[in-house]
């Protein structure tokens, strides 16, 4: 009965109730989605790269070199030449390495021209090597192996062509007409930016541009032959064969005389990316908590400012018998039918928002997110505003529980 | 048994000069139809809210049915309110959102489960089911049509809401009825059959009827006029000079 009566109220307002409840939906909105990017941005970044004991690329910030070599996000400013990187493979302490050639793209998915190895010794997740759903490696050049995404996105299956193009825009002006690629393989997906790759060898990588050059620049006596040694890299990953090494050689590279380098742990450059964020987090979640505040704050204003409006309401209440207790409950009640519906609203206004946009976020910043909302943090954060609301709520409900206790019944003029 | 027994009570608003009313003695006998003649200012308005437990006096004895106030805790008051007194005020009786149904189930409410109060003319809430039969009846004697039930409560013309306000009031079959003004904003024909139905209803349910208003000339239907002025007269916290004996 109670619960009816609080819905008729704020039904009867509820010009006003919808506002409010705007508001309170578009700050859970900003709460819960604020949390929820950040704690899945860290998980997605965290899973993303595992077994690699260093990331080598031309000298820059360690975390320019992490995003753009792992997260493909951005671009080097230069590369690595190829008989650097030749000589450092060949370290006696190093037990594998990938170089990594990015550069171009293909309907706007990003390029890695990489060796088999990649395949072979890439882990992300909990040490969880790629695996392929179907068909092979690239053996041959002018073979690509697909990520999942790319895969299911436009729609390829093995044996089929593409072409691909220099530059990184979804439209490109110079497609590499001359040399369409087959698909050989498609990866199973990976949750990691793996899965918006493609991936062709070294040598067709090297071919495409040398066949470029030779289109565009027929009249140049100077032609390169395919199946050549890329003349440089972007960057390269490198697993040791003792994790002991990896301080020593990390200074080796740091201090390499020949070229300018810069050797990253994974986990460290992790580590300052997510002190750089905690910054930024902080100033958004107190952001967030203040937008709350102050919706709830609203909230209570409006309850209040309707208590003159009401005061005939609840003398009435009083006189068909409800204790002034009952006139609190009905004002908590109220405030907190607007309070729950504006959460589940946010809530489900950021679970929307997820779904809409989870590809968009994968595919610009390889961020892949679980898209269901909810984690002890959040669920924490809607105990709170709950509680919040509750006692925020108080100041208008103890208002019309003195009035209603003092006040007389008499009523009208 | 006496519907309403007052004894010496003495009730002062807080502040130094604020207004006090004092009653020497006030007796209702059950079923009678009692017209509380007062002026506004007459104190009419602190002596309904103290018979019906809202306000509490700072001396003397108050008994509603054989049942003693200053035993009650505040909330026990309230439903004690809730069960057996009704309450008709002279406008704004409904809740002006609510349809005319919820608003007369309002006072049904609140009743509660049966408290330590307890009156030979008690009516239990075990009659649940022939609620909505006493509804349609109440309804019936107060000529309203039951298409109303479903209509906003501001919807309906003053005359209809005060008559609904009645049905609110009666539908606990309250021992008590108590009317503050309730023709006041009415004009003279539905004010004539507004004291016609109250009257009718009255006869067949036997409710006592305290009727307060400050037109004497509808007083013809009750049993006893009781002026305010009389009730009152001996004031003895009451400032010099402002005393206008009768």
Known sequence: MLLELAWRSLWNRRGSVLLTLLSITLSVFTVI????????????????ISGVDLVVGARTSQLNLLLYSVFRIGNASNGVSWPTYAALAADKRVAWSIPLSLGDSHRGYRVLGTTSDYFTHFRYGAQTPLELREGQVFGEDNEVVLGATVAARLGYQLGDELVLAHGLGEVSFSNHD???????????????????????????MEAIHASLQNATAAASAHTEPAHTEPESITAFLVGLKSRAAVFGLQREINDLAAEPLTAILPGVALAELWSTMAAAEAVLSAISALVLLASLLGMATLLLSSMKERTREIALYRAVGAHASTILLLIELECLLITCMGMAAGFLLVWAGLLAGQDWL???????????????????????????AVVLAGIPAVTAYRSSLAGKLRLGA | MLAIAIHDLLFKWPGADAFSLAVPELQIACGEKVFLLGASG???????NLIAGVLTPQQGSIRILDTDFSQLSARQ???????????????????????????IRLASSFVGSPGPVSTSTSTSKSDANAAPQRMRALLEGLQLDPALLKRRADSLSVGQQQRV???????????????????????????DSFMQLLLGLQANSGTTIVFVSHDRSLASGFDRVVDMRQLVACQPLQPLGTTHAA
């Open chain 2, 77 to 103: 008051k309230d439903r004690f309110r809730a069960r057996h007194i009704g309450l008709v005020f002279q406008q704004f009786n409904l809740i002006p959102y609510l349809d005319v149904e919820t608003n």
């Open chain 1, 362 to 388: 994968s595919e610009h910043y390889g961020l892949v997110i679980n898209t269901f909302p909810l984690n002890g943090t959040i669920a924490t954060y809607l105990a709170v505003i709950l509680v919040g």
């Open chain 1, 178 to 204: 001359d040399a369409p690629f087959t698909v050989t393989g498609i990866l199973a997906a990976t949750g990691t930016p793996v899965d918006q790759t493609l991936h062709i060898s070294l040598h067709s």
């Open chain 2, 42 to 48: 007459s104190g009419k308005s602190t002596l309904l």
């Open chain 2, 165 to 191: 306000a009645i049905a609110r009031a009666m539908i606990n079959q309250p021992a008590l009825l108590i009317a503050d003004e309730p023709t006041s904003a009415l004009d003279t024909d539905a004010r």
């Open chain 1, 33 to 48: 989605g604020v949390e929820h990017i950040r704690s899945q941005a860290r998980e997605s970044f965290s899973r993303t």
